[in-house]
């Protein structure tokens, strides 16, 4: 295990279950950075594969945490409160970053003092094959939250964060197995434009069976997330009437996939969480409807 001497300007946090065979792989694209103020946090989230002995090979090279199994969030929230950096930046064990990565966002920050959070172009590896994003998933730069309701656009092997930024949103919802990076996007981008370096500078991998991405129903969880900022006070005006919307229309869809498998009382609570939010999507809607004739 690496011995912590002076504080390193960056955190790096690999969170990993069970990805011995690949891991090992997106280690050393962090330690290939051509910036190397940096600290190396793998969290070993309850592993049971061969994972330790590929940790156990790095020694000094990185720091090591282990935990019984937590899930990501617990496993991300562990390296975050073990960091010693200024800047935070996260890597999926399943993914990899070019040689420049690092340094890029940390000059973006140097020429962008304000700046609390940005991320990089990715480019898209399927089964081993490149494949392009669709035009819905193009990332913007900037106050992004109304295009993110949707669908996430934001990617955590692509982000760097200032840390006392999850003092003022928060970290990583535990209660959320999935969808827990959709749930931060949104408080974050509600409050703080999220700058895009429009250069690809991370290899997202995906197409293999134990990506919680791939898993079925996950709009639930966005449904969840929705509700939370809906409620927490955060938003103004316009963004409360977007984010109800598109509360709406997930809870519509969702209840009808319900139905049509036979969840006849989980297609309830969904249509009665609509309803619940009737009245407020009116209000809003009405709201925004007389400004504009005005």
């Known amino acids: 295990m690496k011995t912590k001497q002076k504080k390193p300007y960056v955190s790096v946090i690999i969170p990993t279950y069970n990805r011995g065979w690949i891991l090992a792989e997106a280690i050393d694209s962090v330690l290939a950075q051509d910036y190397k ?9 309850g592993s ?13 090279d990185i720091i090591v945490l282990r935990q019984a199994n937590k ?44 700046a609390v959070i940005n991320q990089t172009e990715e480019i ?9 994003p669709k035009d819905r998933h193009r990332k913007p730069s900037g106050m992004i939250f109304e295009r993110s309701l949707g669908l996430c656009l934001v990617s955590p092997s692509a982000v760097m964060i200032k840390k006392p930024l999850f003092g003022a949103v928060g970290v990583f919802d535990e209660n959320l197995p999935a969808c827990e990076d959709y749930d931060l996007w949104l408080r974050i981008s509600c409050r703080y434009p999220v700058h895009l370096i429009d250069t690809p500078l991370i290899i997202k991998r995906g197409g293999h069976g134990d990506q919680l ?25 316009s963004q409360c009437r977007a984010a109800v919307f598109t509360l709406h229309d997930k809870c519509a869809i969702y209840a009808g996939g319900c139905r049509k498998r036979g969840r006849q009382a989980e297609a309830d609570y969904y249509e009665a969480l609509v309803e619940s939010f009737g009245k407020e999507k009116l209000k809003l809607g009405s709201g925004e409807a007389g400004r504009q004739k005005n």
């Open 37 to 45: 103020d940096f600290e190396l946090i793998v969290v070993d989230d």
């Open 48 to 60: 049971s594969d061969n994972t330790r002995e590929i940790l156990d090979a790095y020694e000094q």
């Open 71 to 114: 899930g990501v969030s617990a496993a991300r929230n562990r390296g975050i409160a073990a960091a010693g950096g200024q800047l935070v930046a996260f890597l999926d064990s399943d993914d990899l970053w070019l040689p420049r990565k690092l340094s890029r966002q940390v000059d973006f920050f140097k020429l962008n003092p304000a």
């Open 124 to 132: 898209w590896v399927r089964n081993g094959v490149r494949v392009n």
């Open 213 to 237: 991405s791939k898993a079925a129903g996950l709009d639930r969880f966005r449904i969840q997330s929705l509700e939370k900022i809906i409620e927490s006070g955060r938003l103004t005006e």
